[in-house]
């Protein structure tokens, strides 16, 4: 194995979206690792396979440590307040806080609140290039030696998952998919053994403490390497192991804690979870487990209970009489630990914490009962996730929304594990500033101020006091960006405070220590919040440049004078803390880090049609950073594909912000870029940049028009019906104008009216195949991530997009329509978009009176498009082109439907053009109408009058979809018969020819 320059280019690729997506990332040390990348990561290289080896252990190298809060311990102010009757209850609690403090300064006997926090590691950019390399080379060997019960921090391999794929962006696989299987298959294991009316056991535990208490030193055991694992290094692995091995020993020592590894080094996972590697061979092997799941530190085991086990004690005891000693009772613990040990393992302590062991014995319906509980809690729960963004009608209601959010009692947990209810405290939480977050991409800041300002009043009395913060201070980021991209900053200077507030309770009220420090003093209280303070404040800077709108609007200005001009952090000198000192100097931060794609604006969206981001502008382009080099260290696929990309979004040179993007173009997106996407001769470049931005390969299931130009779109096995909703969506006229005028919307309810009509049609039982939109119903921007929450469902979308301004007064008036898509090995969507070729005479008049535009097609047609999505084939036509005969003539026989998004008032005429197109088509036509003109149908060439319309609506005040289904089967059958047969369907009309590829064997 040898070590070259592109490795190193590789690694840092890697490393850079690790870090970006960790929990604390700090985004001007890579910005100035990368401003010098390429003498960087030579400097490094040579060290790498330079004789001397004792440059792992300079602090320069390793980094450094920080602190994080982890938790607030009130157990004994709790159990006095019981004790004692202390029943007051405060509606705010921060008053709550200073109450406890004053009524139990004096009481001697009741020990104050103890405050933990968490060693992280802040290693230097090249310690992290360090880790990531040895994944690349190394890593990946123990990766593949776990089995699949391993469920967390899996290695990203390529689609054969026989290696570690090195172009893909990051080292590890998604975290949701993996955790939601851990969970589900335990639960299903368990609901499928008690209905098959087995006794069983259900076991859950986790290690305490489990990085901070793990030696790496057993990852350098040659028995632990060839005996246990079977792996054999040659000398330059060996070498480059033992350097990153050396080095994470070098980190652990000059860390307070002197052990364990660097919590937050994404390379900790894989030896954490290699660590254990013969617990899960014992329990696989010995006890042969209805289920055993493991992520990371997290057990799930379920076996039968066939011994009649009638406590946890028999439990463990059976299990420890079959683990040869590798699991039992901890020494000196009087029962309360169990002690994982191996030989490998000796200079490492394995405890799971007996608070957080439990044994559950689950038979007959009782049983049944109670995991039928629990999955309908993950259900809620994953309803939550999957719904649409929503925060409540009224701002009164947003702090009773977080309250409850963030209460402690009251939840019901969603798994086995749950000992308290703080994860789904976390989760609540998050759903509901998830919503809050939608909110600011999608919508100008003064659309809905008045929610955004009564959601910070309520963070910063409910969440930003203790003991709360210390539970939620993670999404403390989060709020500081979103209070400063929305130019909040009179909000964000009070959470400044309240922040400084909470800092200083701590000194005075809490005894403060270091979680698995075994010196409880090994630094004094004052140093060790000083240390989070400086940590913090740093963060809040960091996250403040990083969202700062590129140009304040006027108001913004004056909110940024009036509330953070003066402001300074109020921390000592020598803390190195450095606060810019004007909105001009964190504009140029934010500006530096835009274009190393490490800003709260994703870097891609400088390539995108302005419609589709956000309305507050990007930098302008002359301030990119271009990638050059004397020495290539990047793959030569990786930089042809990103030069092709750069070509389409007119860069002449090839950026740093798409060639290392932490956020790169999704595929939706890139379908949008590239003109050429389905034609035969654009698949190649398609192919090449999907490969060097998204690390893998389409393949000839890639959709693209055939010889027949015909769109194929593989998706799945063929279906003989389906379920089409057909929304009743009304687009107000001021709207309409606004697009035209490029002004803002002044339908301010338009954005929660859209976002309740789209969680109807997720939320229905009776699962949606499409759900169609009239035409010019949304703007471009809410279209991918609308249509990425109905893929999750398997939904796919066709609306009309508001227009689309081009050069010299044009305007375009496009269809969308997202594809559901399993042709790359997962599932995915791609988008497809239709411009109207002609506009309507109204249309074009009032174009030109409101603002002198004309209408013309980005892309020109003559007969319209058919596409064959799965084994449904269908067209679309906006409007007025229904009235085009020609058209109509085109598609006959060709389609099984024809979609009509419509923005009509002559709904007369248009009936009798919807009726007549279903008999001399003879197909579905799907019309969807705007909800004020109304007429949205489906209708199909039934025999019997009464069946024509599968369904129609009109009128109403809200907005709403209606749901129908469509017999493909049915209407292929009755075609390909050569005489028609008497039912359901009318005859064919003179001339009806069914193309090939819809031909079916007749009923």
């Given amino acids: 194995m040898s070590i070259l320059f592109t490795d190193m280019g590789l690694a840092y690729r890697k490393a850079k979206v690790d870090l970006y997506y960790s929990s604390h990332p700090c985004l001007t040390s890579i910005a100035e690792y990368e401003e010098n990348l390429e003498k960087n990561l030579l400097g490094l290289l040579f060290k790498i396979v330079g004789a001397d080896e004792s440059w792992i252990a300079s602090p320069d190298f390793l980094g450094s440590w920080t602190l994080t809060a982890k938790s607030v311990n009130t157990e004994e102010w709790d159990k006095y307040c019981e004790d004692n009757g202390h029943g007051l209850i405060f509606s705010s609690p921060a008053d709550e806080w200073d109450y406890l403090c004053e009524e139990l300064t004096d009481k001697q006997s009741v020990k104050p609140p103890i405050a933990q926090f968490r060693v992280m590691a802040a290693c230097s950019l090249d310690f992290h290039v360090l880790s990531t390399l040895w994944l690349l080379k190394i890593g990946h060997l123990f990766d593949a030696k776990l089995t699949k019960c391993a469920y967390g921090n899996r290695l990203r391999r390529t689609q054969d998952g026989k290696s570690i794929n090195p172009l893909s962006l990051g080292s590890f696989t998604p975290y949701l998919k993996p955790f939601r299987d851990w969970r589900d298959n335990g639960i299903k294991a368990m609901h499928t053994a008690l209905t098959e009316h087995k006794k069983i056991v259900a076991l859950t535990a986790d290690v305490s403490s489990f990085y901070h208490e793990l030696n790496p030193n057993f990852m350098l055991n040659s028995d632990f390497l060839e005996r246990v694992l079977n792996i054999y290094l040659d000398a330059d692995q060996q070498k480059l192991h033992r350097l990153f091995i050396n080095a994470l020993k070098a980190w652990a020592q000059k860390s307070p804690l002197n052990k364990g590894l660097p919590v937050g080094l994404p390379a900790s996972a894989v030896i954490a979870n290699v660590a254990l590697i013969e617990l899960d061979r014992f329990v696989e092997q010995q006890v042969m487990p209805l289920y055993y799941g493991r992520y990371v530190d997290d057990i799930l085991l379920v076996m039968q209970n066939g011994a009649g086990f009638r406590s946890s004690a028999e439990v463990w005891e059976w299990l420890f009489s079959r683990a040869f000693g590798k699991i039992a009772w901890a020494d000196n613990t009087e029962k309360k630990e169990i002690a994982f040990s191996t030989d490998y393992l000796r200079d490492s302590k394995i405890r799971f914490a007996n608070s957080k062991n439990k044994v559950f014995l689950l038979t007959g319906e009782p049983g049944k009962a109670l995991v039928e509980a629990i999955k309908h809690q993950i259900y809620a729960r994953a309803s939550e996730w999957r719904a649409m963004p929503r925060i409540p009608l009224s701002a009164e209601y947003v702090g009773t929304d977080l309250l409850a959010a963030t209460q402690s009692d009251g939840e019901a947990a969603d798994n086995l594990r749950k000992a308290d209810s703080l994860t789904m405290r976390r989760a609540g939480f998050a759903i509901k500033l998830r919503d809050f977050e939608a909110y600011e991409r999608d919508l100008p800041p003064a659309a809905w ?281 009304k687009t107000n006229i001021p709207s309409w104008t606004a697009a035209v005028m490029r002004n803002s919307d002044p339908d301010e309810m338009r954005y929660a009216r859209l976002n309740r009509l789209l969680d109807t049609v997720i939320g229905e039982p009776k699962q949606s195949s499409y759900l169609i939109l009239p035409e010019l119903s949304l703007p471009a921007h809410w279209f991918i991530r609308i249509a990425r929450k109905l893929q999750g469902r398997g939904i796919s979308l066709i609306c009309g997009i508001e227009y689309l301004h081009a050069p010299k007064s044009l305007v375009r008036n496009q269809i969308w329509v997202s594809m559901t898509h399993d042709g790359l090995g997962f599932p995915s969507l791609m988008i497809y978009r239709q411009d109207k070729q002609r506009p309507a005479l109204h249309e074009e008049h009032e174009l030109q009176r409101l603002s002198g535009l004309s209408l013309k097609p980005a892309l020109q047609w003559s007969e319209p498009p058919i596409i064959q999505h799965g084994d449904f084939c269908f067209a679309l036509l906006v409007c007025s082109e229904l009235t085009n005969i020609q058209y109509r003539a085109a598609l006959r026989g060709k389609i099984d439907a024809l979609f009509v998004p419509e923005w009509n008032q002559d709904t007369e005429t248009f009936n009798a053009l919807v009726e007549s197109a279903a008999l001399d088509i003879h197909a579905y036509i799907v019309q969807c109408n705007d909800r004020q003109y109304g007429d949205s149908r489906i209708r199909a060439p039934y025999k019997e009058s009464w069946k024509r319309d599968i369904l129609r609506v009109k009128g109403g005040i809200t907005d709403y979809c209606v749901i129908g289904e469509i017999d493909v089967k049915a209407i292929r059958q009755f075609q390909s018969c050569h005489r028609s047969p008497s039912d359901p369907f009318k005859p064919v009309p003179d001339g009806f020819e069914i193309s090939h590829n819809r031909k079916s064997l007749p009923k």
């Fill in 449 to 729: 101020q008045d929610h955004r300002k009564a959601f910070f009043r309520a963070f910063i009395d409910h969440v930003l006091v203790l003991p709360t913060f210390f539970d939620l201070s993670v999404y403390l980021p989060r709020v500081i960006k979103l209070a400063t991209a929305c130019e909040d900053f009179g909000a964000l200077r009070r959470i400044l405070d309240a922040v400084t507030a909470v800092c200083i309770q701590l000194n005075r009220s809490c005894s403060i220590n270091i979680k698995a420090s075994e010196d409880e003093k090994s630094l004094p209280d004052a140093e060790i919040v000083k240390i989070w303070r400086v940590q913090l404040f740093k963060s809040i800077c960091e996250n403040i440049a990083a969202s700062i709108p590129p140009r304040l609007s006027k108001l913004g200005k004056q909110s940024w004078q009036s509330n953070m001009s003066n402001y300074r952090p109020s921390l000592d000198e020598e803390t190195g803390l450095s606060w810019p000192t004007s909105e001009k100097v964190f504009q140029q931060l934010q500006a530096r880090l835009f274009f190393f794609d490490l800003a709260h604006m994703p870097f891609r969206f400088v390539g995108l049609p302005k419609e589709m981001i956000s309305q507050r502008g990007i930098p302008a382009r002359k301030g990119v950073i271009n990638y050059s080099t004397t020495h290539e260290f990047l793959p030569e696929n990786i930089k042809k594909g990103v030069a092709e990309l750069s070509s389409w979004i007119k860069f002449k040179a090839i950026p740093n912000g798409l060639i290392f993007a932490t956020r790169p173009f999704n595929l939706p997106e890139l379908f949008i870029l590239d003109r050429n996407a389905y034609k035969p001769g654009g698949q190649d470049a398609l192919r090449g940049v999907v490969l060097a931005t998204r690390g893998f390969v389409l393949n000839e299931k890639t959709p693209c028009f055939d010889q027949k130009g015909v769109l194929q779109i593989p998706d799945g096995s063929s279906s003989e019906k389906y379920t089409i909703a057909v929304s009743s969506w």
